[in-house]
């Protein structure tokens, strides 16, 4: 009787514990840029189910209070999760009614405690994220892992734009890039990343903030060339393929 009554809290226990101890449906590469006049950010809409793009249609750029942008990649659920966080805090600085708001550097620094506060605790959100925004003509752009590390840079990207798209960025990025000039530098690092990622989908946003607001524009698709001859026949010269 008493090792029944064991086995069934133990159990129970096992069942009570609710984490993501796996990402399930993930987004992959978010980029971002500082420009003349604010943040420009991209992200396609792609969440994929394991190595399957389940979903089409997943808005991976919000809105956070008057100054800020967000951006993430990773576990679907966890940025969900996140959002709300968020929520909660925009809802109790606007409590206080004091004209004062919360910048994007507040809302990093915000971020960068509650990531790694979860790491410590065993219970990670599975995202990575980029935050940027305007404030008092101050223009802030920072990123920030699943296990908080964080750092603020010019331009910053997640998952495999870290590799593919940065290179680019640090080839051609400039202080006095226009809006037009951000937005095709932007599709550029897109564009090479649906190229080379598996997980990247050819329908994407692009956010912009600025002193004015923000926008972030319906879903578009990028003009692609698949003619490649390396794209053709990819195996020619590698040697011990199939």
Request: negative net charge; glycine residues 10%.
């Amino acid at each position: 009787m008493v090792s029944s009554q064991n086995e069934s809290n133990l159990l129970s226990s096992e069942g009570d514990s609710q984490r993501t101890q796996y990402p399930y449906v993930t987004g992959t590469s978010v980029i971002g840029i500082k420009y003349k006049d604010g943040i420009l950010m991209a992200a396609d809409m792609g969440g994929s189910y394991g190595s399957t793009i389940r979903y089409k249609s997943v808005e991976r750029l919000k809105q956070v209070g008057k100054h800020s942008l967000i951006g993430a990649s990773g576990e679907i659920s966890d940025f969900q999760e996140i959002l709300r966080y968020l929520d909660e805090l925009i809802l109790h600085d606007n409590m206080w009614d004091d004209g004062n708001s919360l910048g994007p550097k507040e809302v990093h620094n915000y971020l960068t405690r509650v990531m790694y506060n979860r790491r410590n605790k065993f219970d990670p959100l599975w995202n990575s994220l980029v935050l940027g925004g305007v404030k008092n003509g101050q223009k802030y752009l920072g990123s920030v892992s699943m296990i908080g590390v964080h750092f603020e840079d010019d331009h910053v990207a997640t998952g495999f734009g870290n590799h593919l798209a940065r290179p680019i960025l640090r080839e051609e990025w400039r202080e006095d890039l226009t809006f037009e000039e951000g937005v095709k530098l932007l599709e550029k690092c897109m564009r090479n990343l649906l190229y080379r990622d598996r997980s990247a989908v050819n329908k994407m946003q692009i956010a912009k903030i600025t002193e004015e607001g923000l926008t972030i524009s319906e879903p578009y698709s990028l003009k692609t060339f698949w003619n490649f001859a390396a794209f053709k026949n990819p195996t020619v010269g590698a040697e011990g393929s199939w």
